[in-house]
């Protein structure tokens, strides 16, 4: 079965960290750029960070910038985010998606054509 899977989410407080996992099955990752993203109830979707498929950039959005960052393990099949001093504003529903485009550090613009179900990251005392 061809899917994304994420996990790694849960309650912390503010300040807290956590490690998101985005696990491909019935696909292999390698050729794939990845985006992170992310929405809370009421709000748009709004895209977090993505990676290249060859690791050599990254992007992130204004909002996460120098507190969340992206990394792949081609050899694992997976994409994480380690989210460090989070906020409350950072809770969300995450979603991991695969697809092919751009990705630099001020741009990420890509055709995601997979999507996992998402995990919840909830920032709360």
């Known amino acids: 079965q061809v899917q994304l899977v994420e996990s790694g989410g849960g309650l912390v407080q503010p300040g807290g960290s956590l490690r998101l996992s985005c696990a491909a099955s019935?696909?292999?990752?390698?050729?794939?750029?990845i985006g992170w993203f992310r929405q809370a109830p009421g709000k748009e979707r709004e895209r977090v960070s993505c990676?290249?498929?060859?690791?050599?950039?990254?992007y992130y959005a204004d909002s996460v910038k120098g507190r969340f960052t992206i990394s792949r393990d081609n050899a694992k099949n997976t994409v994480y985010l380690q989210m460090n001093s989070l906020k409350p504003e950072d809770t969300a529903v995450y979603y991991c998606?695969?697809?092919?485009?751009?990705?630099?550090?001020?741009?990420?613009?890509?055709?995601?054509?997979?999507w996992g179900q998402g995990t919840q990251v909830t920032v709360s005392s």
């Open positions: 998606a695969a697809g092919f485009g751009v990705v630099r550090s001020t741009q990420c613009a890509l055709d995601l054509s997979r």
């Open positions: 019935g696909f292999t990752l390698d050729y794939y750029a």
């Open positions: 990676i290249s498929n060859s690791k050599d950039n990254a």
